[in-house]
């Protein structure tokens, strides 16, 4: 099953609109979804099950019914586009067991926070072609770490022949964007260039480009005609927009601003069901009126990720009930979720669908 996330016949002002602060997030009576049947997004591919942005788990994400996969994308010093969560990839290869490569650690200002360690953008493709991936969490998913060192570090290129192959969707997203821009290596063009060599660039594509950031999404609005979507967090703001928030962005008045160039919200589920709560905000109601999808992120199986009351245990790292937690997300009216464990969101999600 692949869904489009947009809905054709809504019709979005181009009118810039002044941020505001926004309101409390009051509790809401259960919205409906915008689309007949809500996404699962394979969040980093299969992440709970095998290491992070590898072939391997995005090929087990198709396998479990994910309707698309997502690589976060980040460069290499020649431009190349590569699935890692961060520029900084310490924690996900072992780039520290390579003594060639020691010189590179170093420490650098990322979006304003100082960050150390080896970055993509200081290695060409071709040697980090020398690097393996590992397990990113490995006291909460050991099991993940039997697959450390068995996989490379795959291009956006070699994620799209995938998703092209199996017939799934592909949610991109782009990393510290200004980051890299500020350093010359934007990350649009070669995102847009490659969409277009895949033949993935058009607006019935099963494709969406998402960003915690507001100016590269106007950018590739204005350049391609795939689906966007403006990522919120539940505190902070946007990189780009000093003094902007992503609580004045989900306001009334924020949510049509993002309408004028997005398609959707990305949003952080507490946003939609906040902790402690069991009914939802009115974030979704607030989205859907301006004609814009909600993607939640992130569904994952173990306790410490999840509200109180889908807990089993007291095991921080044992499983909870990731399905009534979908279901209650569900219910709520979101139009898709992005999943750790694809399986266990497509089978409620299936389920809920009846």
């Known amino acids: 099953m692949n869904t489009r996330i947009t809905l054709a016949a809504v019709a979005l002002s181009a009118a810039a609109t002044t941020l505001v602060p926004a309101p409390s997030l009051a509790a809401a009576e259960p919205s409906t979804p915008l689309v007949a049947e809500p996404i699962v997004i394979g969040h980093r591919g299969a992440s709970g099950y095998r290491p992070e942005h590898t072939l391997a788990a995005y090929k087990l994400a198709i396998q479990q019914g994910a309707d698309y996969i997502e690589p976060d994308l980040v460069s290499t010093r020649d431009g190349v586009l590569v699935a890692r969560h961060e520029n900084e990839i310490s924690g996900t290869t072992d780039v520290a067991d390579h003594p060639e490569f020691a010189d590179r650690r170093t420490t650098k200002l990322i979006d304003g926070r100082p960050v150390t360690g080896w970055f993509t953008e200081d290695f060409t493709y071709r040697e980090l072609k020398t690097l393996h991936a590992k397990e990113r969490l490995p006291q909460v998913r050991p099991d993940n770490t039997a697959y450390d060192g068995e996989f490379k570090v795959p291009t956006l290129d070699q994620v799209l022949e995938l998703a092209v192959r199996k017939g799934v969707g592909v949610y991109p997203e782009t990393k510290h964007p200004s980051y890299f821009d500020s350093i010359g290596l934007s990350l649009e063009e070669p995102l847009v260039a490659a969409l277009q060599a895949h033949d993935l660039d058009d607006a019935d594509d099963e494709v969406v480009i998402q960003s915690f950031e507001v100016g590269n999404l106007k950018e590739l609005d204005e350049v391609v005609d795939v689906d966007l979507a403006q990522l919120v967090d539940a505190s902070g703001g946007p990189a780009d927009l000093p003094g902007t928030t992503y609580a004045s962005m989900v306001s009334a008045e924020g949510l049509a601003e993002?309408?004028?160039?997005?398609?959707?919200?990305?949003?952080?589920?507490?946003?939609?069901?906040?902790?402690?709560?069991?009914?939802?905000?009115?974030?979704?109601?607030?989205?859907?009126?301006?004609?814009?999808?909600?993607?939640?992120?992130?569904?994952?199986?173990?306790?410490?990720?999840?509200?109180?009351?889908?807990?089993?245990?007291?095991?921080?790292?044992?499983?909870?009930?990731?399905?009534?937690?979908?279901?209650?997300?569900?219910?709520?009216?979101?139009?898709?979720?992005?999943?750790?464990?694809?399986?266990?969101?497509?089978?409620a999600r299936d389920a809920w669908l009846g």
């Open 258 to 347: 993002v309408a004028t160039y997005a398609d959707g919200l990305g949003a952080n589920k507490f946003l939609v069901l906040r902790r402690g709560t069991t009914e939802p905000t009115t974030l979704v109601d607030d989205a859907h009126a301006e004609g814009l999808v909600v993607h939640i992120w992130t569904l994952r199986r173990e306790n410490q990720f999840m509200d109180g009351r889908f807990k089993v245990g007291t095991d921080p790292d044992a499983p909870g009930d990731m399905a009534a937690e979908t279901r209650a997300f569900l219910d709520a009216g979101v139009d898709g979720m992005f999943a750790d464990h694809p399986d266990v969101a497509v089978a």
